[in-house]
Antibody, heavy 122, light 106 residues
Framework: EVQLVQSGAEVKKPGESLKISCKGSGYSFSNYWIAWVRQMPGKGLEWMGIIYAGDSDTTYSPSFQGQVTMSADKSINTAYLQWSSLKASDTAMYYC???????????????WGQGTLVTVSS | DIQLTQSPSFLSASVGDRVTITCRASQGISSYLAWYQQKPGKAPKVLIYAASTLQSGVPSRFSGSGSGTEFTLTISSLQPEDFATYYCQQLNNYRLFGQGTKLEIK
């Protein structure tokens, strides 16, 4: 069974750093892209970007370029999303998803993590 | 950037109703569109991709149509478990989502 398990909720102060994780199991982790999606409280979905777990090739959405860093460690089947200096506006739920269905070369999320709630408050 | 506009933003309907949600793209995106369902406190779930392809395991009461700039998601007969928020997403560059349509019980 394909599963993506995300790390637990975090409460941080502005300016602090943070790295959250997404661990895949039940499939060949290195052969798939992982997407990260943000959802701010009471708001819609925002596509942050994708990372290929096999070689850590990344593509960031323009709004998130330079704001976060995606990485992956294929030896432990885990993808990461990290911030070097959090802001209150980073408060949100963050989801990872495996891009596992393809249509005309475009990959679609087919399995999702449960989400990690990040709260940034002084 | 390609923008997506969903309508309506809120929809009130009853079990058994047929409902349609529209997603309009600011530029043509061929059939590069997906529809998601999200229930409170849960991760989103893909219903439809490539504008009209039903994701495996999704009930056949869900259907999608359209190409270019106008797309629709139709639920043929609403079930209690369908009350949720629905998002469209363009599958070209940057994968922007629509703003969402909240489907509520009348």
């Amino acid at each position: 069974e394909v599963q993506l398990v995300q790390s637990g909720a975090e409460v941080k102060k502005p300016g602090e750093s943070l790295k959250i994780s997404c661990k895949g199991s039940g499939y060949s982790f290195s052969n798939y892209w992982i997407a990260w999606v943000r959802q701010m409280p009471g708001k819609g979905l925002e596509w942050m970007g994708i990372i290929y777990a096999g070689d850590s090739d990344t593509t960031y959405s323009p709004s998130f370029q330079g704001q976060v860093t995606m990485s992956a460690d294929k030896s432990i089947n885990t993808a990461y999303l990290q911030w070097s200096s959090l802001k209150a506006s980073d408060t949100a739920m963050y989801y990872c998803a495996r891009l596992g269905v393809s249509t005309n070369g475009v990959w679609i999320p087919d399995h999702w993590g449960q989400g990690t709630l990040v709260t940034v408050s002084s | 950037d390609i923008q997506l506009t969903q309508s309506p933003s809120f929809l009130s309907a009853s079990v058994g109703d047929r409902v349609t949600i529209t997603c309009r793209a600011s530029q043509g995106i061929s059939s590069y569109l997906a529809w998601y369902q999200q229930k409170p406190g849960k991760a989103p779930k893909v219903l439809i991709y490539a504008a009209s392809t039903l994701q495996s395991g999704v009930p056949s009461r869900f259907s999608g149509s359209g190409s270019g700039t106008e797309f629709t998601l139709t639920i043929s007969s609403l079930q209690p478990e369908d009350f949720a928020t629905y998002y469209c997403q363009q599958l070209n560059n940057y994968r922007l989502f629509g703003q969402g349509t909240k489907l509520e019980i009348k």
